[in-house]
């Protein structure tokens, strides 16, 4: 059984760019969650996808937007990187209500 | 917010219990307890959960008071590789989609 992988592992972006972050989920789960863990601070939840189709979502602006594909990996997109943005991205998979399975991270830093 | 209340940060001695009490007194019935912790720079890792009966593991014990309001996560011969920042979370049970909502939780330092 293969766990949850994230990709890339570290990424560095300028203010203004585009950035796409890669979420693997594990086998046999449908449901795919997005965070975003600041230095310090717990995880925040952005959004989650079940099934393909966006199934809650945080308080996050729209710049933000993901997407999970027919093997239920999934893409976390954010536009127009704000320094702020810097952070670790996690995303986690589950089946529905069950426990969420981490993945290590990306690492993101926004200059 | 988070629904959760913990101490910042705990130490205990290396081969000792360690407990690390949670108070949820708003929990309502249908929401059960979650425990993950989170190693330094890696993704959170799963513990345990329960609604309201005691559970036990590989990894730890966790405790439900009869009124819910508070539990307590028992890792029972704590290692330095325990060290962590160890999360308490309330969430609605299976067959719900929800999210999990993260507080600050407790930072556990094992003392060799």
């Known amino acids: 059984e293969t766990g949850v992988t994230q990709s890339p592992t570290h990424l560095i972006k300028t203010r203004g760019q585009q950035v796409t972050l890669r979420c693997s989920s594990q086998?046999?789960?449908?449901?795919v969650s997005w965070y975003q863990q600041a230095l310090g601070q717990g995880p925040q939840f952005i959004f989650q996808?079940?099934?393909?189709?966006?199934?809650g979502r945080g308080n996050f602006p729209p710049r933000f937007s993901g997407l999970q594909f027919p093997n239920y990996s999934s893409e976390l997109n954010v536009n127009a990187l704000e320094l702020d943005d810097s952070a670790l991205y996690l995303c986690?998979?589950?089946?529905?209500?069950?426990?969420?399975?981490f993945g290590p991270g990306t690492r993101l830093t926004v200059t | 917010d988070a629904k959760t209340t913990q101490p910042t940060s705990m130490d205990c001695a290396e081969g000792r219990a360690a407990n690390l009490p949670c108070n949820h007194s708003?929990?309502?019935?249908?929401?059960?307890v979650y425990w993950y912790r989170q190693i330094h720079s890696q993704g959170p890792q799963y513990i345990i959960h329960?609604?309201?009966n005691n559970e036990t593991n590989e990894m730890a014990s966790l405790i439900i008071t009869e009124d819910r309001k508070s539990s307590t996560l028992i890792l029972p011969h704590a290692t330095l590789r325990d060290t962590a920042v160890y999360y308490c979370?309330?969430?609605?049970?299976?067959?719900?989609?929800?999210?999990?909502?993260f507080g600050k939780g407790t930072r556990l330092h094992i003392l060799p």
């Open positions: 708003t929990i309502s019935g249908n929401e059960y």
């Open positions: 329960g609604l309201k």
């Open positions: 979370i309330v969430r609605v049970g299976v067959n719900r989609d929800d999210k999990i909502i």
């Open positions: 986690a998979s589950s089946l529905p209500g069950y426990e969420q399975y």
């Open positions: 996808y079940y099934r393909e189709e966006e199934n």
């Open positions: 086998s046999g789960h449908n449901t």
